[in-house]
């Protein structure tokens, strides 16, 4: 009887055997996402197909001098280069795995003279004392992935190169943020400093009219006094506010890999602009967030490497094969007298490991517990980060423009009670208190502009880039955010 069909049952049943996977099927959490935030203030629910194509989210303040820093931080900062290496060595990691897909060929040479023990077993069977033994083979091996054992350590692999993709887009827009907050504090401090330098001036002027008034008798040295110590707290919040911005333009320095003692910024007073936000920011701008990505990838890795536990409780089946030429002597070595192969496949089962692989299993399930936590608290850390920025620019905002009514009335007050003075209506310590109200709130105008901008930053970083972006494919209700193609 032929054994044909045996042999086509057996390959019908390896080649059915050879699409099993040991790995759980891939089912993410389910975390209900709301349509809208509800620190929004004047914003409502939008569409997400309302938002445009992405770009670079830093445009938005339209400010050049943020272009070109932002600029020299993708190409510098040693932090992103860290990560783009990691980067790297994770598609190297998915290549080796991408490997044991394919046939393992070797040849190998081997040209060598010998001289066996006199005192060998056997020495009288008439083998000789020297002898050359040259061989010429080759050999092939391919384990047939009946477990999805090596398919599922590609989709890891895979998996953890997107991830790490995923982590170097985190940080470029981590980095990115944290530069864009800086350079705005940074002009926020000249700003500050143009304001005490005018009121340097005003103060130095009004201090020279009471020391003038003193001599001529109609002021007293309380007057004197009290315009002196104005002059001088002035002068010492300048310096203070100086000092700050130089620790800011230093840590700018770094942030775009130059050293601080080279690098420079040029004060100005006027800054980014406050970027126009939509009349809706949709829950589904957090899906390309990349930290939020990253997370779900290595969710889906540890999901894979299940399989690649489970599958060890199966015997492990290689093909194989081997042949060459073996001779005494190179003369007459590749001829048919001397050649050699040998073919077959081979099982290698283990039958008592000490518990071994049941641990392994164990340890896989446990670092998926542990991916999907962390998937978890990154989708909630991701609504928490927008509904603080989106606080923040409503509630800051209000302050803004009631803090502006009063530097208005705190000006009138302030002019008036100087003018006053000249006349002799009221006393010194009437402009003092008016002078040190007025830019007290003319400060906290300029740092309420600052901590606005500073938190449109942070609204940016926290949807995943800004607002302007193309709808995402899924929603964060199913398995995962978009995925994006990295080069």
């Given at each position: 009887?032929?054994?044909?069909?045996?042999?086509?049952?057996?390959?019908?049943?390896?080649?059915?055997?050879?699409?099993?996977?040991?790995?759980?099927?891939?089912?993410?959490?389910?975390?209900?996402?709301?349509?809208?935030?509800?620190?929004?203030?004047?914003?409502?629910?939008?569409?997400?197909?309302?938002?445009?194509?992405?770009?670079?989210?830093?445009?938005?303040?339209?400010?050049?001098?943020?272009?070109?820093?932002?600029?020299?931080?993708?190409?510098?900062?040693?932090?992103?280069?860290?990560?783009?290496?990691?980067?790297?060595?994770?598609?190297?990691?998915?290549?080796?795995?991408?490997?044991?897909?394919?046939?393992?060929?070797?040849?190998?040479?081997?040209?060598?003279?010998?001289?066996?023990?006199?005192?060998?077993?056997?020495?009288?069977?008439?083998?000789?004392?020297?002898?050359?033994?040259?061989?010429?083979?080759?050999?092939?091996?391919?384990?047939?992935?009946?477990?999805?054992?090596?398919?599922?350590?590609?989709?890891?692999?895979?998996?953890?190169?997107?991830?790490?993709?995923?982590?170097?887009?985190?940080?470029?827009?981590?980095?990115?943020?944290?530069?864009?907050?800086?350079?705005?504090?940074?002009?926020?401090?000249?700003?500050?400093?143009?304001?005490?330098?005018?009121?340097?001036?005003?103060?130095?002027?009004?201090?020279?009219?009471?020391?003038?008034?003193?001599?001529?008798?109609?002021?007293?040295?309380?007057?004197?006094?009290?315009?002196?110590?104005?002059?001088?707290?002035?002068?010492?919040?300048?310096?203070?506010?100086?000092?700050?911005?130089?620790?800011?333009?230093?840590?700018?320095?770094?942030?775009?890999?130059?050293?601080?003692?080279?690098?420079?910024?040029?004060?100005?007073?006027?800054?980014?602009?406050?970027?126009?936000?939509?009349?809706?920011?949709?829950?589904?701008?957090?899906?390309?967030?990349?930290?939020?990505?990253?997370?779900?990838?290595?969710?889906?890795?540890a999901n894979a490497e299940i399989g690649v536990a489970r599958a060890a409780f199966f015997p492990s089946i290689s093909l194989g094969g081997q042949g060459g030429f073996q001779n005494t002597g190179l003369?007459?070595?590749?001829?048919?007298?001397?050649?050699?192969?040998?073919?077959?496949?081979?099982?290698?089962?283990?039958?008592?490991?000490?518990?071994?692989?049941?641990?392994?299993?164990?340890?896989?399930?446990?670092?998926?517990?542990?991916?999907?936590?962390?998937?978890?608290?990154?989708?909630?850390?991701?609504?928490?980060?927008?509904?603080?920025?989106?606080?923040?620019?409503?509630?800051?905002?209000?302050?803004?423009?009631?803090?502006?009514?009063?530097?208005?009335?705190?000006?009138?007050?302030?002019?008036?009670?100087?003018?006053?003075?000249?006349?002799?209506?009221?006393?010194?310590?009437?402009?003092?208190?008016?002078?040190?109200?007025?830019?007290?709130?003319?400060?906290?105008?300029?740092?309420?502009?600052?901590?606005?901008?500073?938190?449109?930053?942070?609204?940016?970083?926290?949807?995943?880039?800004?607002?302007?972006?193309?709808?995402?494919?899924?929603?964060?209700?199913?398995?995962?955010?978009?995925?994006?193609?990295?080069?």
């Amino acid at each position: 009887m032929s054994d044909r069909p045996w042999r086509a049952a057996a390959l019908t049943l390896l080649a059915a055997l050879s699409g099993c996977s040991m790995a759980p099927a891939y089912r993410p959490p389910v975390i209900a996402a709301p349509l809208g935030f509800k620190e929004t203030g004047p914003w409502l629910p939008a569409s997400p197909a309302n938002i445009a194509p992405p770009e670079a989210w830093w445009t938005l303040f339209h400010d050049p001098t943020l272009d070109r820093l932002e600029q020299q931080l993708a190409d510098a900062n040693p932090t992103l280069a860290g990560a783009v290496g990691r980067y790297d060595a994770a598609r190297a990691y998915l290549a080796r795995a991408r490997s044991d897909l394919l046939p393992s060929v070797a040849i190998a040479t081997q040209l060598t003279d010998n001289r066996q023990s006199d005192n060998r077993p056997l020495r009288g069977s008439g083998q000789p004392d020297l002898y050359a033994a040259d061989t010429i083979s080759g050999a092939i091996d391919y384990e047939l992935d009946l477990w999805g054992r090596v398919r599922n350590q590609v989709a890891a692999g895979r998996a953890e190169a997107e991830a790490s993709a995923d982590d170097v887009a985190a940080i470029k827009l981590s980095l990115g943020g944290e530069l864009a907050s800086d350079y705005i504090g940074l002009r926020g401090a000249d700003q500050q400093i143009a304001l005490l330098r005018n009121t340097v001036d005003d103060y130095a002027q009004a201090d020279a009219l009471t020391q003038r008034r003193f001599r001529g008798g109609i002021a007293s040295g309380v007057d004197t006094g009290r315009s002196g110590a104005q002059l001088a707290e002035a002068r010492a919040q300048l310096s203070d506010v100086m000092a700050g911005r130089a620790l800011i333009e230093h840590a700018i320095a770094s942030l775009v890999g130059v050293p601080a003692s080279s690098f420079t910024i040029a004060s100005a007073t006027t800054g980014p602009a406050m970027p126009a936000i939509p009349a809706g920011l949709p829950s589904t701008l957090l899906e390309r967030r990349p930290d939020v990505a990253a997370a779900e990838r290595r969710m889906m890795a540890a999901n894979a490497e299940i399989g690649v536990a489970r599958a060890a409780f199966f015997p492990s089946i290689s093909l194989g094969g081997q042949g060459g030429f073996q001779n005494t002597g190179l003369a007459g070595l590749a001829s048919a007298p001397n050649l050699f192969w040998s073919v077959g496949p081979s099982a290698v089962l283990s039958l008592f490991d000490g518990g071994r692989r049941r641990a392994q299993v164990a340890l896989a399930r446990a670092n998926w517990d542990q991916a999907t936590a962390a998937y978890r608290g990154n989708v909630l850390k991701a609504f928490q980060d927008v509904e603080d920025s989106l606080s923040q620019l409503h509630l800051v905002g209000d302050e803004a423009a009631a803090e502006q009514q009063a530097e208005s009335q705190a000006g009138q007050v302030e002019a008036l009670s100087l003018n006053r003075y000249v006349k002799g209506a009221v006393t010194y310590l009437d402009v003092v208190t008016a002078q040190a109200t007025a830019l007290r709130i003319r400060r906290t105008l300029i740092d309420l502009t600052t901590r606005k901008l500073q938190a449109s930053v942070r609204l940016a970083r926290a949807t995943g880039g800004g607002w302007r972006y193309a709808a995402p494919a899924l929603s964060a209700q199913t398995a995962g955010p978009e995925r994006r193609s990295h080069s």
